[in-house]
């Protein structure tokens, strides 16, 4: 079992949409992070999260710590956030081969105009 | 502009070639990554440093060597290029403590022939 699990892999929504990507996890963390990532493009830090709620522009990460779990939602969805979204754990102590950071494998979103 | 400055963006190589990997970063981090990143992989963790003066083996460290030269500055060496070391590399770092925001490189783009 993953031990960072996002969902769904793949989404398409249309201009406008309300989006939630979801990601679950199941070690002990210090912050979980949201990244994106454009087609060939480098990999962004959007939000930290160790607790509660944060907003940026458009787009809302909310992390539940007793549940394991966070989310990223974006409202007003347009062509430009078509992209993946990555969810990474940061570990309370490095773990060996992973160094102390866990990904998860990404939901590539696209958004039709 | 601060953040982590990788270099170089592309490389083409030939089989049995070595090259370095720069990767500088200006924000005083602590810990700094090198990940791969293959199609339907996601990010894989090669080396990574906690600290100034340690390095530690990731999730597939086979044909490469790093060096943490100090606090700023993490490469990454092949030392004699394998077609399956076709990648897109990305370097990365963040401080591990309580502002610990995850910055990535660009991106380097090699391709082993």
């Known amino acids: 079992k993953n031990e960072v699990e996002q969902s769904p892999q793949n989404l398409t929504a249309q201009e406008g949409e309300f989006i939630t990507i979801n990601c679950s996890y199941s070690?002990?963390?210090?912050?979980l992070h949201w990244l994106q990532q454009h087609p060939g493009g480098g990999i962004v830090s959007l939000f930290m999260?160790?607790?509660g709620k944060k907003k940026h522009g458009r787009l809302i990460a909310t992390i539940n710590i007793q549940e394991k779990h966070s989310s990223l939602h974006i409202t007003a969805s347009h062509p430009r956030d078509s992209a993946v979204y990555i969810c990474?754990?940061?570990?309370?102590?490095?773990?060996?081969?992973?160094?102390?950071?866990?990904f998860g494998k990404g939901t590539k979103l696209s958004v039709k105009p | 502009n601060a953040g982590v400055t990788q270099t170089p963006k592309f490389q083409v190589l030939k089989t049995g070639q070595s090259m370095t990997l720069q990767c500088a970063q200006d924000?005083?981090?602590?810990?700094m990554y090198w990940y791969r990143q293959d199609p339907g992989m996601g990010l894989r963790l090669i080396y990574y440093?906690?600290?100034?003066?340690?390095?530690d083996k990731g999730e597939v460290p086979n044909g490469y060597n790093v060096s943490r030269l100090n606090k700023r500055e993490f490469s990454l060496r092949l030392e004699s290029a394998a077609p399956s070391q076709t990648s897109v590399y990305f370097c990365?770092?963040?401080?591990?403590?309580?502002?610990?925001?995850?910055?990535f490189g660009e991106g380097s783009r090699l391709t082993v022939l």
């Open positions: 990365a770092s963040r401080f591990v403590g309580t502002a610990g925001e995850l910055f």
């Open positions: 070690v002990g963390i210090s912050a």
């Open positions: 999260l160790s607790s």
């Open positions: 990474a754990v940061a570990l309370l102590n490095y773990g060996g081969s992973q160094g102390n950071l866990i």
């Open positions: 924000m005083n981090h602590n810990s």
């Open positions: 440093s906690a600290s100034e003066g340690t390095t």
